[in-house]
C-alpha cells in the first residue's frame, strides 16, 4: 500500500509559477510510474505529466508543454511538478497518482494510488 500527499497549491496570478510536491509513503517509490493530473469544475480529470521512477523518462499533456516539469527526488521519496508561466485555464486541483511497474500511463485506470489533491487557482 502507498500513501501519497499532495503539497504546494496555492493562488497565483497568470504567468508566475508554482512547485508542487507529492510524497509518498508506506513504501518506496522504486519502481512506481508517478503521474500528475488535474481536475477543474464541471471538467473530467485530465493527465498532466507523468514519470517512469528508475530511467526518469517523461511524458506530458501538450497543454502544459514547455511550461511545467515534473522530477523527482529518489532520497526524498517526492515527486515534484514545477509550473512556469501559470495561466487561468491552468485552474483546477491536481492529484498525483502511482502504479508498480516504470511504465508511464496518461489514463487514470493506468494508476492504483491516488493522493487527496491540492488546490491551485490562478487569476488573470
Known amino acids: 500500500q502507498v500513501q501519497l500527499v499532495e503539497s504546494g497549491g496555492g493562488s497565483v496570478q497568470a504567468g508566475g509559477s508554482l512547485r508542487l510536491s507529492c510524497t509518498a509513503s508506506?513504501?518506496?517509490?522504486?519502481?512506481?510510474?508517478i503521474g500528475w493530473f488535474r481536475q477543474a469544475p464541471g471538467k473530467e480529470r485530465e493527465f498532466v505529466a507523468a514519470?517512469?521512477?528508475?530511467?526518469?523518462?517523461?511524458y506530458y499533456a501538450d497543454s502544459v508543454k514547455g511550461r511545467f516539469t515534473i522530477s523527482r527526488d529518489n532520497a526524498k521519496n517526492t515527486v515534484y511538478l514545477q509550473m512556469n508561466s501559470l495561466k487561468p485555464e491552468d485552474t483546477a486541483v491536481y492529484y498525483c497518482?502511482?502504479?508498480?511497474?516504470?511504465?508511464?500511463?496518461?489514463?487514470?485506470?493506468?494508476?492504483?494510488?491516488w493522493g487527496q489533491g491540492t488546490q491551485v487557482s490562478v487569476s488573470s
Open positions: 497518482a502511482a502504479d508498480p511497474g516504470n511504465t508511464i500511463s496518461i489514463k487514470r485506470d493506468g494508476y492504483r494510488y
Open positions: 508506506g513504501r518506496t517509490f522504486d519502481s512506481y510510474a
Open positions: 514519470i517512469s521512477w528508475s530511467r526518469g523518462s517523461t
